[in-house]
């Protein structure tokens, strides 16, 4: 049996730059994408072992809720079945459909754990993809390499009919900050060493929000679609999204809190005016509301959204671990919120077996830990 760890991701800058960056397949006049990431310190746990006949699934949610075990029999059709349909477990047979097809393997049991939250903007259907396409890996001996999972994660979101680009998958190197650059079908991944902590603040606004139709509306609006509101948003995910996302490498690199917060509200402005008039999903009130509490200002340096925006998540860059931990007790008193801590930490070694998805030790938490 193997036991096995992905991270969610927390996209710092550059969110929708990922899928936009495709576009310069058919129009190479498009700028290229850059995003800024890391991992977050909350995940997916999960146990995996082979089974003959089906995938089968459990997932326990941070509430404790316990969903499944689905049960899927291992045939094409009834992976697709299960893909096509709302159900909760379909990205993860989306994923497994892609391992069968591309190695030929058995089924699988997946018994899984979350301490991260699910449609809030921290890739949890990303994570998920990651998790199975590794664990499938493990199980049958696959020598399947972090890029060649994140491959088997993206296609297998897109066959749930996601528009999602390549930037989540990178959830797969683990809690390590990455600055990724899209072009076309190309993309890279340079793993970033900060040299000091930084400490943010992620809080859940406790709202939905339509994923896909933000993904849909805002694809609408490229390669070449007519009108200044579809080129505002190409300019605000293109040219100015590359210029901010300089500046925002050189502060995480410096473990420049101050500029990074400056930053992060700098782009929400930016992504408020050119962007958000794309979708009315991007109104995000909840969002603007957290973001403009007077504690955020007195402990924080700045904020933004999350992911694809909305009002999923918003995050905040402290002013360090003891504000970071006053923010989240005025927030959550105030606007029955829940928060989060992600610490940003100086580069590891890039061999690092937890970077490559071993599930890690944590002080007080075992592999399989209940809800937090």
Same mark, same amino acid.
């Given at each position: 049996m193997?036991?096995l760890?992905?991270?969610g991701r ?6 929708? =730059?990922?899928?936009a960056g495709g576009?310069r397949? =058919?129009?190479p006049?498009?700028h290229?994408?850059y995003c $800024?990431v890391?991992?977050t !310190? /909350?995940?997916?746990?999960a146990?995996a072992?082979p089974?003959s006949?089906?995938?089968?699934i459990?997932?326990r949610l %941070?509430g ?7 049960r899927i029999a291992w045939?094409?059709?009834?992976l ?5 349909g709302?159900d909760?477990f379909? #990205?993860a047979?989306g994923?497994?459909?892609e391992m069968?097809?591309r190695?030929?393997?058995?089924g ?5 754990e979350? !301490?991260l939250?699910?449609r809030?903007g921290?890739s949890?259907?990303?994570?998920v993809? @990651? ?6 890996a493990?199980s #049958?001996g696959?020598?399947?390499g972090?890029?060649?999972e994140m491959?088997v994660?993206?296609?297998g979101e897109?066959?749930t +009919?996601s528009?999602c680009g390549r930037m ?5 190197y683990g809690?390590?900050?990455t600055?990724?650059?899209f072009? +076309?079908?190309a993309?890279e991944v340079?793993?970033l060493a900060p040299?000091? !902590?930084?400490h943010l603040?992620v809080?859940?606004?406790r *709202?939905g929000?339509? &994923?896909?139709r933000i993904?849909?509306d805002?694809?609408?609006?490229f ?5 200044p509101r579809a080129?505002a948003v190409r300019r ?10 300089a500046r ?8 420049d ?5 400056a $930053?992060?509200t700098?782009a929400?402005?930016l992504? !408020?005016e ?7 999903e991007l109104?995000?009130? *909840?969002?603007? /509301?957290?973001? =403009?509490?007077p504690?955020?200002?007195?402990l924080? #340096?700045?904020?933004?959204? @999350?992911?694809s /925006?909305?009002?999923?998540?918003a ?5 360090g671990?003891d504000q970071? *931990?006053?923010?989240?007790?005025l927030?959550?008193?105030a ?5 989060? %801590? ?6 590891a070694?890039?061999?690092s077996r937890?970077?490559?998805?071993d599930?890690? &030790?944590? &002080? +007080?938490? =075992?592999p399989r830990?209940g809800? &937090?």
């Amino acid at each position: 049996m193997s036991t096995l760890f992905v991270p969610g991701r927390l996209c710092l800058l550059g969110e929708h =730059s990922d899928w936009a960056g495709g576009y310069r397949i =058919s129009h190479p006049d498009l700028h290229e994408g850059y995003c $800024l990431v890391v991992g977050t !310190d /909350q995940g997916l746990w999960a146990e995996a072992e082979p089974l003959s006949d089906a995938f089968e699934i459990t997932t326990r949610l %941070p509430g404790g809720e316990e969903i499944g075990p689905a049960r899927i029999a291992w045939r094409a059709d009834s992976l697709d079945a299960a893909v096509r349909g709302s159900d909760f477990f379909g #990205y993860a047979a989306g994923a497994a459909a892609e391992m069968r097809e591309r190695f030929d393997v058995g089924g699988l049991r997946l018994r899984i754990e979350a !301490d991260l939250p699910v449609r809030k903007g921290l890739s949890s259907s990303a994570a998920v993809c @990651v998790l199975v396409a590794r664990a499938f890996a493990r199980s #049958y001996g696959i020598a399947l390499g972090v890029q060649a999972e994140m491959d088997v994660a993206f296609a297998g979101e897109r066959r749930t +009919g996601s528009e999602c680009g390549r930037m989540d998958q990178v959830c797969a190197y683990g809690r390590r900050a990455t600055f990724l650059r899209f072009d +076309g079908d190309a993309f890279e991944v340079e793993l970033l060493a900060p040299c000091g !902590d930084l400490h943010l603040l992620v809080v859940d606004l406790r *709202r939905g929000k339509d &994923t896909r139709r933000i993904l849909s509306d805002l694809n609408a609006c490229f390669p070449d679609a007519p009108g200044p509101r579809a080129a505002a948003v190409r300019r605000a995910l293109g040219p100015d999204n590359a210029a901010l996302l300089a500046r925002a490498r050189r502060a995480v690199e410096h473990a420049d809190a101050a500029a990074l917060g400056a $930053l992060m509200t700098e782009a929400q402005a930016l992504f !408020d005016e050119r962007v958000a008039p794309a979708c009315p999903e991007l109104a995000a009130p *909840r969002l603007h /509301q957290v973001l =403009s509490q007077p504690a955020v200002a007195e402990l924080g #340096y700045g904020g933004k959204g @999350v992911g694809s /925006q909305g009002d999923g998540c918003a995050q905040i860059v402290a002013r360090g671990p003891d504000q970071r *931990r006053r923010l989240a007790r005025l927030l959550e008193e105030a606007l029955d919120v829940i928060c989060l %801590p992600l610490t940003v930490e100086p580069g590891a070694d890039p061999s690092s077996r937890v970077a490559a998805g071993d599930a890690p &030790t944590r &002080t +007080g938490v =075992s592999p399989r830990p209940g809800p &937090t």
